[in-house]
């Protein structure tokens, strides 16, 4: 069987081609959203296309970190290892959505509200209401903002501009962007309707596939660096082990 290549010429074509990429990129997008609010068609609309909006970008950014580690794992999926870039930034630009519906549907602009704090007439000040609410708001936050980032960078102009080395450590950003995003979504998934005074709806039908999700992520990243490590590992001589046997 033929090696793919970063040389091959479809390998080529496929990253030079990046109207390509970004319109498969935007059905898929397009796509994960209109099954996940199918999924969660008997919540009320806000909360439909709010979760169906963060579903989708969840998957996308698991994406964007999956396919590096199975690029090295098969060589094959080298051909699709220019779709990384996109990936992410649509995963980006289903957050930002994500976090619209949340300011003008949820909170309705009340910045506090978001943080977990809720007015009280009586006291005439705000309240500490739901603090897990507002951690896991302040968490998505800064993976939002960490995920904006890493998109208005993910381009060779500038990668040109910061350079490789500035480029690539900048572009590690999405480690910590992927449990920042991994640790807000769990919270509302298992943790935000438990509390005594609200009621508990039916359990997310995706609880089970986001730890699946999760899951499948850490063992190919972890499955690539086992690989990475033991390729590079070079026996040593006799005379290297004559060196250091003890005496």
Same mark, same amino acid.
């Not at 506090?112 to 951690?135: A, C, D, I, K």
């Not at 708001?137 to 501009?161: E, K, P």
């Not at 298992?190 to 039916?202: C, D, G, N, Q, V």
């Given at each position: ?11 080529? %074509?496929?990253? &030079?081609?990046?109207?390509? %990429? ?12 209109? #099954?996940?609010?199918? #999924? ?8 439909? *296309? ?24 098969? &060589? ?5 290892? !220019? ?24 909170? =309705? ?29 302040? #968490? ?19 990668? %040109? &501009?910061?350079?490789?080395?500035? *480029? ?10 992927? *449990? ?24 997310? !039908? ?25 390729? &590079? %590992?070079? !026996? =040593?001589?006799?005379? =290297? ?5 003890? #005496?």
């Amino acid at each position: 069987m033929k090696t793919v290549t970063v040389h091959d010429p479809m390998f080529r %074509r496929l990253s &030079r081609n990046v109207l390509l %990429r970004h319109g498969l990129m935007a059905l898929l997008s397009a796509g994960l959203v209109l #099954i996940f609010a199918a #999924i969660h068609g008997e919540w009320s609309p806000m909360h439909r *296309w709010n979760r169906a909006l963060a579903d989708a970008s969840l998957v996308l950014v698991a994406l964007s970190m999956g396919l590096g580690p199975l690029a090295r794992l098969l &060589r094959p999926a080298v051909l699709v290892l !220019p779709y990384r870039r996109e990936s992410g930034i649509y995963g980006c630009l289903l957050a930002l959505a994500h976090a619209g519906i949340i300011l003008v549907g949820w909170v =309705e602009w009340d910045l506090m509200r978001l943080f977990g704090f809720e007015w009280n007439p009586e006291l005439l000040s705000y309240v500490m209401f739901q603090h897990g609410f507002g951690l896991a708001n302040a #968490i998505g936050i800064a993976a939002l903002l960490l995920a904006v980032l890493l998109a208005t960078t993910s381009s060779d102009v500038a990668m %040109r &501009r910061l350079g490789v080395s500035g *480029w690539k450590f900048l572009q590690m950003g999405v480690l910590p962007l992927w *449990w920042l995003s991994v640790a807000h979504v769990a919270y509302f998934l298992f943790m935000h309707f438990l509390s005594f005074h609200r009621a508990t709806p039916e359990p997310n !039908p995706l609880q089970y596939w986001f730890v699946g999700l999760v899951v499948l992520v850490l063992g190919l990243r972890l499955a690539a660096y086992l690989k990475t490590i033991g390729g &590079r %590992r070079i !026996p =040593e001589s006799q005379d =290297e082990r004559a060196k250091h046997a003890p #005496i």
